[in-house]
């Protein structure tokens, strides 16, 4: 059965995603040019293609669809939400007020997406309050 090795693989590539962002906006905020060279050009590349592709066999295998299931609707959107506010929080931000903020509405956008993949829900964690 593949499902449980492509959950496992999937939540793992999930914690490295969120050390790896955290790591990068550290020296995004204190030293950009380590961001320039060497293992931190790659490899969150190859985690990212990771977790996107195991997603991609878990909704398969469960005949779960984004744009047909309202779950992955949400997750996928917020994932786009997420590359983009991670995108000015690393790189893209002219001050870094805009990369502070951008990063904190990043960190919201994952820690909603967590939230969906748990509960299955758009509502996220807010069900947990419901
Ligand atoms: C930053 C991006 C993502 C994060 C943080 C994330 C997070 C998670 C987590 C934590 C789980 C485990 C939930 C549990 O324990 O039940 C999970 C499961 C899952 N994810 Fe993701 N995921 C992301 C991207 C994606 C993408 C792009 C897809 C598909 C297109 C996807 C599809 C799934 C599916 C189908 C499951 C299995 C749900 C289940 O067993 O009930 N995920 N995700």
Redesign the pocket.
Same mark, same amino acid.
């Given at each position: 059965m593949l499902?449980p090795y /492509? !959950?496992y693989t999937? @939540?793992t590539t %999930?914690v490295i995603?969120?050390l790896l962002f955290l790591l990068r906006l550290r020296w995004a905020l204190t030293a950009p040019a380590r961001l320039q060279k060497g293992w931190i050009r790659i490899i969150p590349h190859v985690n990212?293609a990771t /977790?996107?592709f195991?997603?991609?066999?878990?909704?398969v295998? /469960?005949h779960? *669809?984004?744009f047909v299931n309202g779950w992955?609707t949400a !997750?996928?959107t917020?994932?786009l939400g *997420?590359i983009i506010l991670g995108t000015v929080a690393l790189k893209r931000g002219r001050s870094r007020r805009q990369q502070v903020i951008a990063a904190s509405l990043a960190i919201l956008c994952?820690t909603y997406? @967590?939230g %969906?993949?748990?509960t299955?829900d758009p509502r996220s964690l807010l069900l947990l309050f419901a």
């Open positions: 499902f /492509l !959950k999937h @939540v %999930v995603t969120a990212d /977790l996107f195991t997603g991609l066999g878990m909704a295998l /469960l779960q *669809y984004p992955l !997750k996928l917020a994932l *997420y994952f997406i @967590v %969906v993949a748990i299955r």
